[in-house]
């Protein structure tokens, strides 16, 4: 399916505007709530049980920002190993952003990130691809560990450009979930607005040039568009 072209008539002929498909990511290690968030942000509640997930999962919802729909697609991946080794290569295809989680109750799971990260980087995911570092469980927040950890997990975020989220999958308020999600889309959809209008400044200063090799609609299309 070629999302940025879902739907591009209506019933009389005229074009309708395209909806386009974001591909976001969540992964970090086992257990940290990785399901339980996809699952929220898409239906609104936290799951009576989920079991390991076993390769990915995906799930869906349909955004309307500022009149524009946009699908979100999440990757809820497999964060242990022997679940994950025959989908990596297809996790981190045509990927539009990447949500990293950790449990605030697993100081493991913060620590592993640089190998979550250092996968990123390996599959050619750069810097500029919008990320998000997302501290889970804060409901079962209780000590002054959890606080030394938030601490060094915002740094983090801040060191790399990811935005910081402490979130509950669980929690009453689903407000911080949907704001991981909901923010990542509206970067991936600003980002597609200054890219076109960086085309727009290219064709004026190219307008003695061969029109043909203005392929850049392509490219800008290639930079937010499908991923089947
Ligand atoms: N208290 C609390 N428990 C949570 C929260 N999020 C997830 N859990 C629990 O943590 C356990 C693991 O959650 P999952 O969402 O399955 O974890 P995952 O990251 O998808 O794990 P894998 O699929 O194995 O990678 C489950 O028992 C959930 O009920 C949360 O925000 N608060
Ligand atoms: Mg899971």
Same mark, same amino acid.
């Given at each position: 399916?070629? /999302? /940025? %072209?879902?739907?591009? =008539?209506?019933?009389?002929?005229?074009?309708?505007?395209?909806?386009?498909?974001?591909?976001?990511? *969540?992964?970090?290690?086992?257990? $940290?709530?990785?399901?339980?968030?996809?699952?929220?942000?898409?239906?609104?509640?936290?799951?009576?049980? =989920?079991?390991?997930?076993?390769? *990915? @999962?995906?799930?869906?919802?349909?955004?309307?920002?500022?009149?524009?729909?946009?699908? $979100?697609?999440?990757?809820? !991946?497999?964060?242990?190993?022997?679940?994950?080794? &025959?989908?990596?290569?297809?996790?981190?295809?045509?990927?539009?952003?990447? +949500?990293?989680?950790?449990? $605030?109750?697993?100081?493991?799971?913060?620590?592993?990130?640089?190998?979550?990260?250092?996968?990123?980087?390996?599959? /050619?995911?750069? $810097? @500029?691809?919008?990320?998000?570092?997302?501290?889970?469980?804060? @409901? %079962?927040? =209780?000590?002054?560990?959890?606080?030394?950890?938030?601490?060094?997990?915002?740094?983090?975020?801040? +060191?790399?450009?990811?935005?910081?989220?402490? =979130?509950?999958?669980?929690?009453?308020?689903?407000?911080?979930?949907? /704001?991981?999600?909901? !923010?990542?889309?509206?970067?991936?959809?600003?980002?597609?607005?200054?890219?076109?209008?960086?085309?727009? %400044?290219?064709?004026?200063?190219? &307008?003695? &040039?061969?029109?043909?090799?203005?392929?850049?609609?392509?490219?800008?299309?290639?930079?937010?568009?499908?991923?089947?």
């Amino acid at each position: 399916m070629d /999302s /940025s %072209l879902e739907s591009s =008539t209506s019933s009389n002929g005229n074009p309708v505007r395209c909806r386009r498909t974001c591909k976001i990511i *969540v992964i970090g290690d086992a257990g $940290v709530g990785k399901t339980c968030l996809t699952h929220r942000f898409c239906t609104g509640q936290f799951p009576s049980r =989920t079991e390991a997930t076993i390769g *990915v @999962d995906f799930r869906e919802k349909l955004l309307d920002l500022e009149g524009e729909k946009i699908k $979100v697609q999440l990757w809820d !991946t497999a964060g242990q190993e022997r679940f994950r080794k &025959s989908m990596v290569q297809h996790y981190y295809r045509n990927v539009h952003g990447i +949500v990293f989680v950790f449990d $605030v109750t697993d100081p493991t799971s913060f620590c592993n990130l640089p190998i979550w990260m250092d996968e990123c980087r390996q599959h /050619s995911l750069g $810097v @500029d691809i919008p990320r998000a570092l997302v501290c889970n469980k804060a @409901d %079962l927040v =209780t000590s002054t560990t959890a606080s030394v950890l938030i601490d060094q997990a915002r740094h983090l975020a801040e +060191v790399h450009g990811m935005s910081f989220y402490i =979130t509950s999958a669980k929690g009453r308020k689903g407000d911080q979930v949907d /704001s991981i999600f909901v !923010t990542l889309a509206q970067r991936l959809k600003s980002q597609r607005r200054e890219s076109v209008n960086e085309l727009v %400044l290219q064709c004026r200063s190219e &307008s003695f &040039s061969i029109p043909a090799k203005v392929i850049t609609p392509q490219e800008t299309k290639k930079k937010w568009t499908c991923i089947c």
